[in-house]
């Protein structure tokens, strides 16, 4: 009876169809014979060193002339390619193969994790990492088989013209402006950045973005390492249960059940807000959380919010390193990236301005902490500028830095209400986006007039000088 291991073995000898699309898939460890292990690692080398397939006489040449193996080994070796051979010109379907061959390797990619986990939950000594578990096992169910070799410009336009009107999938604000910049929300796989001063409101706009989120009915995962996790839920409460901050302290037990009740009638998401200690958590413990949270309470985010970024660690630079900042907080955005496009997710985070951007009233990527890899990281940059004249209106600016969803200059500068007390960012009148130049779709055009020259003057002083 032929087994499905001798089979692919065969077609990757006679069959270069086949072997192109499925080599760079297989893995020695999925075959459990030693001797099909042997024959595999064999045109595999042969393939990774001259490119073509091997041919029979090569293998038992290799074979025979070979000082890494036993006799007995070569022997079983040598017979196993001429079976093979002898059987080369039976006809195979190649397509039902392909399909049989990726069940395979799902199926030993699966044994095999259980197998590594059992062997890691055994370890007396402790060497490996118990979280490491769910990480072989998402590993092994996510293996298949991506039989694409790039978009075809001529051949693929019809493709092409579906993902042009394709309705893609987005978290939506509550906030009108941003909703316009970001044409419907944040894409998934995506890593959203705020960047302030410290005391600004960068806690305070992520707190009012997962309020919101969660009051959308949408699943919140909030990772928190500058705040413990009790802060952090007291501004989502001061936000969602429309009370200043200042007052929860004081409120009865019956007034607070009362709106908490009357919140969660109109919530179906979840919020989970985890804390970390400063500069102690990576990508690799969010991805162990995440897949944590999964298996124990069935939770899957959203959109995740990492308060923030510069302080998390990086799972590729070992602490104590060295390395610039430039390099370290890249690699930190760069493996946060990765976790949004590996649970399908937006990502919102936050880092801080330079001590030259902290006072400036206009601050620009330059002014980014540490290192300019960031917004080269970035999918989406903002800027939340407040000034003692917008802090007497309520009021917080925005200006965006860099934006993939959208012309940067459409709505370049815009205000936003701010509610402090209550941890809440709202949409102001029209009429507050009148004065600041690029409210809108900017103007090119040079200002030649005294009346041009006069309204820009009138704009840096109330917006505190910023560039126009």
């Not at 193969?97 to 939950?121: H, R």
């Not at 996510?142 to 092409?160: K, P």
């Not at 249960?241 to 007034?255: F, G, H, P, R």
């Not at 590996?342 to 990502?347: A, K, T």
Request: aromatic share 10%; hydrophobic share 40%; charged share 30%.
């Amino acid at each position: 009876m032929k087994r499905l291991e001798t089979t692919i073995l065969k077609n990757l000898i006679f069959n270069e169809d086949y072997t192109r699309k499925i080599i760079p898939f297989l893995k020695t460890e999925y075959f459990t014979d030693s001797t099909e292990k042997i024959l595999f690692a064999e045109i595999n080398d042969h393939l990774e060193q001259f490119k073509h397939l091997p041919t029979y006489e090569s293998l038992v040449i290799n074979f025979t002339e070979s000082r890494k193996l036993t006799e007995e080994q070569v022997r079983k070796a040598v017979e196993m390619i001429r079976e093979i051979n002898a059987d080369k010109n039976d006809p195979t379907d190649v397509d039902w193969l392909i399909k049989q061959t990726e069940k395979f390797c799902q199926d030993k990619a699966i044994y095999n994790a259980i197998m590594k986990s059992v062997s890691i939950l055994d370890d007396k000594a402790n060497k490996e990492d118990k979280g490491m578990i769910p990480k072989l096992l998402s590993d092994a169910l996510g293996v298949s088989f991506d039989r694409s070799v790039g978009h075809d410009y001529i051949d693929d336009s019809d493709d092409r013209f579906e993902f042009y009107h394709r309705h893609e999938t987005k978290i939506p604000f509550d906030l009108d402006l941003f909703n316009k910049i970001t044409k419907g929300g944040l894409p998934k796989k995506t890593l959203n950045i705020a960047l302030a001063g410290t005391g600004v409101g960068k806690s305070l706009f992520m707190c009012h973005v997962a309020g919101s989120c969660l009051a959308q009915g949408l699943n919140v995962l909030y990772i928190t390492m500058e705040m413990a996790e009790e802060r952090i839920a007291e501004r989502i409460d001061a936000n969602l249960l429309n009370i200043d901050i200042a007052d929860l302290n004081s409120i009865s037990k019956q007034d607070y059940d009362r709106k908490f009740s009357a919140l969660k009638v109109n919530t179906h998401g979840k919020l989970i807000i985890k804390e970390y200690p400063t500069a102690a958590a990576s990508a690799l413990h969010f991805r162990a959380l995440l897949n944590e949270l999964q298996l124990k309470k069935s939770f899957k985010p959203d959109i995740i919010f990492i308060d923030y970024l510069n302080i998390c660690a990086s799972a590729r630079i070992k602490p104590g390193a060295n390395v610039n900042s430039y390099s370290y907080i890249k690699a930190i955005a760069e493996e946060l990236r990765g976790l949004a496009v590996e649970f399908d997710v937006p990502i919102v985070s936050a880092t801080q301005t330079t001590r030259s951007g902290f006072t400036s009233s206009d601050p620009g990527l330059e002014d980014t902490s540490e290192s300019f890899g960031l917004p080269a990281t970035a999918d989406f940059m903002f800027a939340l500028i407040s000034t003692e004249e917008l802090q007497q209106l309520n009021q917080i600016l925005i200006k965006q830095l860099k934006n993939r969803y959208n012309d940067p200059n459409y709505f370049k500068r815009f205000v936003v209400g701010i509610d402090r007390a209550k941890m809440k960012l709202y949409d102001v009148e029209q009429s507050a986006q009148d004065d600041l130049v690029d409210s809108g779709q900017v103007d090119d055009k040079p200002l030649n007039t005294f009346g041009d020259r006069e309204r820009q003057s009138s704009m840096k002083n109330k917006f505190g000088g910023f560039k126009v």
